[in-house]
């Protein structure tokens, strides 16, 4: 099987990954400024640039993982999570959230698992 690959600015890792129907991408916003809902939006945009590219969508989400440098951040960031993924449940993933120790400014770092379209 095909392992398709989407390379991103930071070295060694790429931002997409597709093998066997499966998508999976990461992303962060500390370019966005030091808060918490601005990064959260930027990161979320670019979360949906990858699915799109690597023929995926927001609707097809099956597991995602929210790191947050400060957990008492994590009601701005819900905020944030619930405008963008819309209220119909059947289009919503399993997630986790945990807190994490993140480097350079970063306050939130998403990791989507979804399923390809095709």
């Given at each position: 099987?095909?392992?398709?690959?989407?390379?991103?600015?930071?070295?060694?890792?790429n931002r997409a990954v597709r093998?066997?129907?499966?998508?999976?991408?990461?992303?962060?916003?500390a370019s966005a400024g030091p808060d918490i809902k601005?990064?959260?939006?930027?990161a979320l945009q670019a979360i949906e640039k990858n699915l799109n590219e690597a023929g995926s969508d927001k609707t097809?989400?099956?597991?995602?993982?929210?790191?947050?440098?400060?957990m008492a951040q994590k009601a701005p960031m819900d905020e944030v999570w619930n405008a963008w993924i819309g209220a119909d449940w059947q289009a919503w993933?399993?997630?986790a959230c945990v807190g994490a120790p993140l480097a350079g400014?970063?306050?939130v770092e998403i990791v989507v698992k979804a399923a390809a379209k095709d």
């Open positions: 099987m095909t392992i398709q690959r989407w390379n991103g600015d930071a070295a060694g890792r093998h066997a129907g499966v998508v999976y991408t990461v992303a962060t916003a601005a990064q959260t939006r930027a097809r989400m099956l597991s995602v993982q929210i790191f947050l440098a400060d993933p399993q997630r400014g970063t306050l």
